[in-house]
C-alpha cells in the first residue's frame, strides 16, 4: 500500500494579519488524458455515470488495504463494462432505462477486499448509487478469458443491477417461500456448491438469504449458456433443481410483467455480445465523431 504523508509547518505571529490569498489558489488540477476524454463521450454524455479509476480515499472502503487500478487494465476494463453490461440492456431496453436505473458512480480498485470471515469481496453496491469493482489489476487484457471475466466482474455486476431493479420494484413474495428454510444467512460461506444445488440454490452464495438468492439466479442464468445452465441442474437432485427452475419461472414472470424484460433475449444478447468481446481492441480509445 502506498501511503502519502503531507508535512504542513505553520507559524504565527500575533501581529500578522491572515493572507487574503487561498494557499490553494496555485494548485493544479490534474490533467486529462485521452481515458477522461473517452469516458465523458462514452460514459458521462452516454449513460450519465462517472466511472472513477484514479484512486480516491472517500470512495474507498476503509477499512481494507486497497491499491489503485492500473491504468491500462482500467481502460480494457471499461471498454468491456461499456461492451458487456451497458449496453446488453441499452440494446434490449433502450439507453433511457440504463440512464434511469443504473448507478451514478462505477468505481474501479485494484485489488480484492479480504474479508475477515475468510471471504473476498470483488464487488459491491451503495444503495443503487455506485458500483464498486474490486480485483481490476488481475485483469488479463490481452487474452480475454470469459469465464474469469464473469467471475470476477460482469457476474458481480449483473447481480448488483438485479438489487437495484427488485428494490426498485417488489418481485413476488411467492419466491420467498420456495426454500423458506434452507436458507443459511452468513454461513453460506460453508455451503459447498453441490449441497447448494441439492438445497435449491444455483451457487452457495444463492443461499444466504431471498434477495440474494434472486440475484444470483438471474446474473448466472444470463452470463452461462443454455448448455451450461442445463448441465449444472442435471448434476444435481430432483429437489433442488425443480426449486431453481421454479424460482427461475416467478423471475422470468417478474421481469416481464413489471419491467418489460425478456430474460431470454437478454441472455442471448449477452451470449453474442461475450462472442464479440474476444476481438475488441481493448486499449483502443478512439472517439467517433
Not at 35 to 44: C, T
Not at 213 to 230: K, Q, V
Amino acid at each position: 500500500m502506498i501511503a502519502a504523508i503531507a508535512a504542513l509547518t505553520m507559524t504565527a505571529c500575533s501581529d500578522d494579519e491572515p493572507e487574503s490569498k487561498s494557499i490553494f489558489d496555485n494548485q493544479t488540477a490534474t490533467a486529462e488524458n485521452d481515458f477522461d476524454r473517452w469516458l465523458k463521450v462514452n460514459y458521462v454524455d452516454d449513460y450519465n455515470i462517472m466511472l472513477k479509476y484514479k484512486f480516491e480515499y472517500n470512495e474507498s472502503p476503509t477499512n481494507f488495504k486497497l491499491v489503485p487500478a492500473e491504468y491500462n487494465r482500467s481502460v480494457a476494463l471499461a471498454i468491456l463494462t461499456k461492451h458487456l453490461w451497458l449496453e446488453t440492456y441499452a440494446e434490449h431496453m433502450g439507453k433511457d432505462f440504463i440512464r434511469t436505473y443504473c448507478p451514478r458512480i462505477i468505481h474501479f480498485i485494484g485489488s480484492p477486499a479480504y474479508n475477515s470471515d475468510g471471504s473476498i469481496t470483488i464487488g459491491n453496491a451503495e444503495g443503487g448509487l455506485k458500483v464498486t469493482l474490486f480485483n481490476v489489476n488481475n485483469l488479463n487484457y490481452e487474452n480475454v478469458d470469459l469465464a474469469y471475466l464473469n467471475e470476477y466482474y460482469f457476474h458481480t455486476m449483473h447481480h448488483e443491477f438485479m438489487h437495484i431493479l427488485h428494490q426498485t420494484k417488489n418481485y413476488p413474495t411467492e419466491f420467498n417461500e420456495v426454500t423458506p428454510s434452507d436458507y443459511q444467512a452468513q454461513s453460506w460461506i460453508n455451503f459447498t456448491d453441490s449441497a447448494a444445488l441439492s438445497k435449491g440454490f444455483i451457487t452457495a452464495y444463492a443461499g444466504q438469504d431471498p434477495q440474494e438468492d434472486l440475484c444470483e439466479i438471474i446474473s448466472t442464468y444470463i452470463t452461462n449458456t443454455a448448455e451450461y445452465w442445463d448441465k449444472t441442474l442435471a448434476s444435481t437432485n430432483e429437489h433442488g433443481r425443480n426449486a431453481i427452475n421454479t424460482k427461475l419461472e416467478i423471475l422470468r414472470g417478474y421481469l416481464k410483467d413489471s419491467w418489460g424484460m425478456d430474460l431470454d433475449e437478454l441472455r442471448a444478447i449477452i451470449q453474442r455480445r461475450q462472442e464479440e468481446a474476444k476481438s475488441l481492441d481493448l486499449q483502443s480509445l478512439t472517439i467517433e465523431e
